[in-house]
């Protein structure tokens, strides 16, 4: 079978911005299949007021043979909610060797329960992922806008093209020339 599904795991108010280069792109111009998952599957409203329909709710997904890839916006519920039941959804992907993709608020989610302790990662601030209790991760922790290894990619808030760029580059939507020219025209802008 192929791996041609995408998932954008959507929370409560969580930052429409963040993966909309990655959706638009993946869903339009590309064989993938973009679709949402949640802890239920009742529409979750963004940051800017989005109302979006949920595909699946972590409940009733199965079909881990086609997923490719879990995209987890930020958002302002990553630092207030546990979600033990994202928790357990993200250890069955890291199992499955599927690539995790977060930003913003998620790389905290992700930090404070132990995913990035073994890999290179970033996210908004050194100082925020070691106020999370029992991160152990710091030596890996990267400066940086976006950071892969070890079957995730981590971004900072501001890193949303650059979150893009390395997700199109994993999932190979198009030509490495092609991927390249798109970098440069949406990180410094097509008229210059």
């Known amino acids: 079978m192929i791996k041609n599904e995408i998932l ?3 929370t409560h108010q ?10 638009a792109v993946v869903n339009s111009f590309s064989d993938y299949v973009v679709k949402t998952i949640a802890i239920d599957d ?13 595909d699946y709710s ?14 987890l916006p930020g958002g302002l519920s990553w630092e207030e909610n546990d979600y033990d039941e994202i928790k357990g959804f ?22 404070k329960h132990g995913f990035l302790d073994c890999v290179k990662h970033t996210g908004d601030s050194l100082d925020l992922f070691k106020s999370a209790k029992g991160y152990k991760g710091e030596d890996l922790y990267v400066s940086a806008q976006v950071v892969v290894d070890g079957g995730f990619i981590t971004a900072n808030e501001t890193a949303a093209v650059e979150f893009a760029y390395e997700i199109f580059k994993i999932l190979k939507v198009d030509s490495e020339e092609e991927m390249s020219q798109w970098f440069d025209n949406f990180k410094n802008g097509a008229i210059r």
């Not at 009742?42 to 949920?54: E, F, Q, T, V």
């Not at 992907?93 to 989610?109: D, H, P, Q, R, V």
Request: net charge positive; hydrophobic share 50%; with cysteine.
């Open 58 to 71: 972590l409940e009733n997904y199965h079909t881990y043979e086609k997923l490719a890839m879990v995209i």
């Open 14 to 23: 969580w930052c429409d911005w963040e993966a909309s280069y990655v959706i």
């Open 90 to 111: 993200v250890k069955v992907l890291k199992e499955k060797n599927i690539s995790i993709a977060a930003i913003c608020g998620a790389t905290y989610f992700l930090c």
């Open 8 to 10: 954008v795991l959507l």
């Open 42 to 54: 009742l529409p979750k409203i963004s940051m800017g007021g989005i109302r979006a329909c949920i």
